[in-house]
Antibody, heavy 116, light 107 residues
Framework: QVQLVESGGGLVKPGGSLRLSCAAS????????MSWIRQAPGKGLEWVSY????????YYADSVKGRFTISRDNAKNSLYLQMNSLRAEDTAVYYC?????????WGQGTLVTVSS | EIVMTQSPATLSVSPGERATLSCRAS??????LAWYQQKPGQAPRLLIY???TRATGIPARFSGSGSGTEFTLTISSLQSEDFAVYYC?????????FGQGTKLEIK
């Protein structure tokens, strides 16, 4: 069965960095676009970024452009999100999701808290 | 950026009754519209894509309709497990965007 397991979240100070990972299993990872979507505590959903199956096409939300970098390693069935220059407003649960347009599988999320 | 607006913010319905949730886009998104269900502490679950196509494993009591800027999610006979928050989402243009959600609560 399809599984997406995020890791790497935690508490970080403003201006700090974190790298999120998403381990995928149960499907041919290299065939699928992948996305990162976040949800601030008690708030709605916000698309952060997506990456094509080969990694050649990438989109970012304006709110993270220039600070976050999405990448993937198809040999390791893994998706990544490098987050730099973190701000308080980046505090959220970050979900890894399979697909770009309307993801049909989501991980359980990893919480990122940006606070001094 | 396309703004998605959902109404109402909260909908109170009795089990067994029909629920109708609305979603409006600030500009046409054609049929590039999805609906998700989210329960507390869980990831969102895809219900509908292409405005009206049920995702795999989604019960037939869930149906979607609309195109352009006006969309509706209908749950024909509410079950206890259907009380949750529902989000619409457009994928016609990047930046893909979600509505603010409709909380469906037990009346």
């Amino acid at each position: 069965q399809v599984q997406l397991v995020e890791s790497g979240g935690g508490l970080v100070k403003p201006g700090g960095s974190l790298r999120l990972s998403c381990a995928a299993s149960g499907f041919t990872f290299s065939d699928y676009y992948m996305s990162w979507i976040r949800q601030a505590p008690g708030k709605g959903l916000e698309w952060v970024s997506y990456i094509s199956s080969s990694g050649s096409t990438i989109y970012y939300a304006d709110s993270v452009k220039g600070r976050f970098t999405i990448s993937r390693d198809n040999a390791k069935n893994s998706l990544y999100l490098q987050m730099n220059s973190l701000r308080a407003e980046d505090t959220a649960v970050y979900y890894c999701a399979r697909g770009a347009a309307s993801p049909n599988y989501w991980g359980q999320g990893t919480l990122v808290t940006v606070s001094s | 950026e396309i703004v998605m607006t959902q109404s109402p913010a909260t909908l109170s319905v009795s089990p067994g009754e029909r629920a109708t949730l609305s979603c409006r886009a600030s500009q046409s998104v054609s049929s590039n519209l999805a609906w998700y269900q989210q329960k507390p502490g869980q990831a969102p679950r895809l219900l509908i894509y292409g405005a009206s196509t049920r995702a795999t494993g989604i019960p037939a009591r869930f149906s979607g309709s609309g195109s352009g800027t006006e969309f509706t999610l209908t749950i024909s006979s509410l079950q206890s497990e259907d009380f949750a928050v529902y989000y619409c989402q457009q994928y016609n243009n990047w930046l893909y965007s979600f509505g603010q959600g409709t909380k469906l609560e037990i009346k």
